[in-house]
C-alpha cells in the first residue's frame, strides 16, 4: 500500500510503499477514494509536536469500507464513509454528557503499545498514524467512531471536506463566534467609527464580536491551527 511518509520535521512528503494490518476490535479498513490536504497537516509536517517519525498524516478523508474488526457494528463492508480526527470514545462521563470532544479516553481508540503497530515499512519497524487516521495513503485503519457513513451519491472529493474543513468552520461560526441567525458577518458599510477617520475599510463586522476562548483566537483563524476543532491536540501514535 501506498502513503504519503514525512521521515523528518520539515523534510516533506515520500511516497512510499507500507503494509497496513488487519482490522482488530472495533477498526475499520477504508479504501481511501480521497483526501483534504488540510494546513494543520503542514504544520505538522513542518514544526515537531513530539510526534513519533516516520509518520503518516491526513485526516479529512472519504472512501469505502474494505474490511472491518471483530467488534465493528457500526459500518459494513461496501459503506461509503467520511473520516474526521475527532476522537471520542461515546462512554466516558464527558461523551455521555453531550461533549464527546472534551472525551477524557480518547487514547481508547488508538491501539495499545503492546499491539502491533497499524502501519509498518517493509522491514517492520513502526510507522506513526498520526491523528489515528493516517488518511494519505491508499487506505487507512481507524476505530469506527471515528467514521460517519455517507450516501453513496456524494462524491468523495466533496464529502472529504465533511471530515475537517466544514466541521471547523461550522464549529467556529456556531461555538466559537456564536453568531445567531440573521446577522451579518462582513464588513459593516458605515464609515469607522474612529474621530475623524473617512476609512470604510476599517469598518467593524456587524456580527457580535468573538468570545474569548482558551485559544484567545478569531473564528477565521482555527483552521490554522493544530487540531483544526478549536481543541489543541498533539497527534499521537497508533
Ligand atoms: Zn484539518
Ligand atoms: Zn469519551
Known amino acids: 500500500m501506498r502513503a504519503a511518509v514525512v521521515s523528518s520535521i520539515g523534510g516533506g512528503f515520500d511516497v512510499e510503499e507500507l503494509v497496513i494490518d488487519v482490522p482488530r476490535g472495533r477498526e475499520v479498513l477504508v479504501d481511501v477514494r480521497a483526501v483534504g490536504l488540510c494546513h494543520s497537516d503542514l504544520s505538522f509536517a513542518e514544526t515537531d509536536f513530539g510526534t ?114 466544514t466541521v471547523t468552520g461550522v464549529g467556529a461560526v456556531l461555538n466559537t463566534a456564536r453568531a445567531a441567525a440573521g446577522p451579518r458577518a462582513g464588513p459593516a458599510r458605515s464609515r469607522c467609527p474612529a474621530a475623524r477617520c473617512r476609512s470604510r475599510a476599517a469598518a467593524r463586522p456587524a456580527a457580535p464580536p468573538p468570545r474569548r476562548t482558551r485559544n484567545r483566537g478569531s473564528a477565521g483563524t482555527a483552521s490554522n491551527r493544530p487540531g483544526c476543532t478549536g481543541v489543541p491536540e498533539r497527534p499521537v501514535a497508533s
Not at 470532544?101 to 488508538?110: G, I, K
Request: aromatic content about 4%; glycine content about 10%.
Open 52 to 165: 513519533p517519525l516516520p509518520m503518516v498524516l491526513g485526516h479529512e478523508f472519504a472512501g469505502v469500507v474494505a474490511a472491518t474488526g471483530p467488534e465493528a457494528t457500526g459500518v459494513v463492508v461496501g459503506d461509503h464513509v467520511v473520516g474526521s480526527l475527532v476522537r471520542a470514545c461515546g462512554a466516558c462521563p464527558e461523551c455521555e454528557g453531550g461533549a464527546p470532544y472534551r472525551c477524557t479516553r480518547r487514547s481508547d481508540l488508538l491501539r495499545r503499545p503492546d499491539e502491533p503497530p497499524r502501519l509498518t515499512r517493509a522491514d517492520g519497524s513502526p510507522v506513526t498514524a498520526a491523528l489515528g487516521t493516517a488518511a494519505f495513503a491508499e487506505q487507512c485503519l481507524v476505530h469506527e467512531n471515528q467514521l460517519v457513513r455517507v450516501p453513496r451519491e456524494l462524491p468523495f472529493p466533496q464529502a472529504a471536506l465533511l471530515g475537517c474543513s
